[in-house]
């Protein structure tokens, strides 16, 4: 399955949900400009193996507990891929994250890791090939950071969109983590519904080269409930009042728009022209 969304939209908690929902294992691979489809498999460690041949050697050294340089497969580090394959049981859910990230070539590699047979062979040993007695439920998320992925992966992927969470859906995720954030991030129902609102009026404008997301929103609201804490302690700043009202007035400057705006273009536009 490929899923795309805006960044914040839940595309990798929704893998997570799955494994959670089915009792499966659960593996992620976050995708890196230097990953390969080799990765998802395994990792061979060859310079570590070789150390440990010298070391060997030295005079007087005793050989690293649990690794002996005499058997190859000490030095594999199993990737999701190759942990899922080796499930004898049950199916696992691999979360395959952010696939934009890698060289342009990676999801095309990436068909021949996940097509038939789905097996994993160690160059490095002298062993036969692991098979999937369960094809592993994969989930790839994507952005869309370097435009549409090649046809022939998505040719092969069963395909969702996930829309960017509307009000209620962000009321529910700002109470999720708020056991993460300051206390009382949302003890102030009004202050909270209010800034979800300034926060979608915000993100409905067409004028924004970055619109805000849900990691924003929740770092928003800690600088406001931080705000309203210090007000309450007889400290310098404004109150929860205040703070409803310049949310509720579209007229009036954000407060904490640093944590919101990310790049220059936006900042201009919004927080520069008000100060104006």
């Known amino acids: ?25 659960f593996y992620a691979w976050l995708v890196r ?44 580090r199993w990737g999701a891929l190759g942990n899922a394959f080796q499930l004898k049981d049950c199916p696992a859910v691999v979360l395959i994250d952010e696939i934009d990230k890698a060289d342009i070539d990676f999801p095309n590699d990436l068909l021949t890791v996940l097509d038939d047979p789905r097996e994993c062979s160690i160059r490095e040993a002298d062993l036969p090939p692991i098979a999937a007695t369960h094809p592993p439920i994969v989930i790839i998320t994507s952005n869309k950071e370097k ?21 209620t859906d962000l009321k529910a995720i700002i109470t999720a983590h708020q056991a993460d954030r300051v206390p009382g991030m949302v003890a102030d129902d009004q202050l909270t519904d209010a800034a979800v609102q300034r926060f ?20 928003w609201l800690q600088a406001l409930a931080r705000a309203v804490e210090r007000s309450v302690r007889g400290q310098e700043g404004p109150n929860a009042d205040e703070l409803i009202t310049r949310l509720r007035n579209r007229d009036i400057q954000l407060p904490f728009p640093e944590v919101l705006f990310k790049l220059r273009a936006d900042w201009q536009r919004y927080v520069l022209a008000a100060a104006r």
């Open 33 to 76: 400009s230097t990953s390969s489809a080799q990765d998802g498999l395994y990792s061979y460690d060859a310079i570590l193996r070789l150390h440990d041949v010298h070391v060997a050697q030295l005079p007087g050294q005793k050989p690293v507990a649990k690794r002996d340089p005499q058997d190859p497969m000490h030095y594999v």
């Open 1 to 25: 399955m490929l899923l795309e969304g805006e960044a914040g939209s839940g595309k990798s908690q929704l893998a997570k949900y799955v494994a959670y929902s089915l009792g499966l294992p």
């Open 200 to 219: 979608l009026a915000l993100r409905d404008r067409d004028d924004l080269f970055k619109k805000p997301g849900t990691s924003e929103l929740l770092d």
């Open 147 to 167: 435009g549409n992925l090649p046809a022939p992966f998505l040719r092969r992927c069963i395909y969702s969109y996930i829309r960017f969470p509307n009000d």
